[in-house]
């Protein structure tokens, strides 16, 4: 690996919300807190594993359109032909 042309890695908190996890970015805050005697910075994030509905199972498919029937209408009656 050459040196002086990758960034610099900095520990990170990441916050959303009640959960919090740390991981290591080249992102800065002007808000640092320590976690087990190291100096993270702290980001908020709007959306993470923990709140967005797809990990949270709370997404439902809803084909409010009929896309599915109308499909199917359009390219049944067309194989016929």
């Known amino acids: 690996m050459k040196k002086g042309i ?33 100096d993270h910075y702290v980001v908020n994030v709007d959306i993470s594993s923990f709140t967005h509905p797809f990990f949270t199972g709370q997404k439902k498919i809803v084909d409010t359109a009929g896309r599915v029937e109308k499909f199917m209408r359009k390219y049944n009656a067309n194989a016929g032909k």
């Open 6 to 38: 990758h960034p610099e890695l900095n520990a990170v908190l990441y916050v959303d919300g009640d959960h919090s996890w740390t991981g290591m970015s080249t992102i800065k805050s002007n808000e640092t807190k320590s976690v087990n005697g190291v």
